[in-house]
C-alpha cells in the first residue's frame, strides 16, 4: 500500500496543533488574570502573498493566504493555504494546490528562522508534440529559512532539504520569500 503524503503532513498538522493547545492549557493554569485569558485571537496574525507575473505568452498567478499563532514573542506557528496557475503558450499549463505548515522562531527581533513543511498537488498539461498529455503529483517541501525583520515584514531565503531535481515542481532548492503578517 502506497504511503499518501497528504495524511502524513494531516497527521503532523493535528501533532502540532494539539502540542499548542497542551501549551496553552498549561499557560492558563498560572494565575492570570481572568481578562488576560481569553486572548487566543490577539495572538493570532493573518498574512499571506500574491503573485503575478505576466509576459510574451506567460501567465503566473499565485495566492497563498496565511495564519499564525503567536506562543509568545519568540515562537509562533501557523499554516498556509497555496493555490497556482502557470501557463506557458504552446508549451504547457500547470495548476497547483495544497497547504503547509509554519514554525517561526525570532531569536532576537531582527531575525526570524522559519521551517515550513508543504505538500502541493500539481497538475501539468503539456501542449505540442510532447511525448506526455499531462501530468498529476504531489511535492513535498521541507524549508529552512532565515530572514531579516522589521515590523510586520520578513524579507530571507529558505532552502528546501527534500530537493530532488528529477521529481519537483520548483527548479532550485533556494528560495527567496517575502513574509507579511497583520
Known amino acids: 500500500m502506497k504511503n499518501n503524503p497528504f495524511k502524513t503532513v494531516s ?20 494565575s492570570i488574570p481572568s481578562h488576560q485569558q481569553n486572548n487566543f485571537w490577539q495572538n493570532v ?13 506567460y501567465t ?3 495566492v497563498s493566504p496565511s495564519a499564525i ?15 497556482g496557475y502557470v501557463s506557458a503558450r504552446n508549451n504547457f499549463s500547470s495548476t497547483v494546490y495544497g497547504a503547509s505548515l509554519i514554525g517561526l522562531i525570532n531569536p532576537i527581533p531582527e531575525i526570524q528562522l522559519s521551517a515550513e513543511l508543504e505538500e502541493v498537488n500539481v497538475n501539468l498539461k503539456y501542449k505540442n508534440n510532447s511525448p506526455f498529455n499531462s501530468e498529476n503529483f504531489w511535492n513535498t517541501a521541507l524549508y529552512l ?22 521529481k519537483n515542481y520548483y527548479n532550485d532548492a ?9
Open 145 to 166: 529559512g532565515a530572514g531579516y525583520r522589521t515590523g510586520n515584514v520578513t524579507v530571507g531565503v529558505r532552502y528546501n532539504v527534500l530537493f530532488d531535481e528529477n
Open 60 to 62: 503566473d498567478i499565485s
Open 45 to 57: 496574525q493573518f498574512g499571506g502573498g500574491l503573485g503575478l507575473s505576466i509576459g510574451s505568452g
Open 11 to 30: 497527521k503532523l498538522f493535528l501533532v502540532v496543533l494539539t502540542l499548542s493547545f497542551f501549551y496553552t492549557s498549561f499557560a492558563q493554569q498560572q
Open 174 to 182: 533556494f528560495m527567496p520569500f517575502v513574509r507579511v503578517y497583520f
Open 69 to 83: 499563532y503567536n506562543i509568545n514573542s519568540v515562537v509562533a506557528v501557523g499554516t498556509s493555504l497555496q493555490f
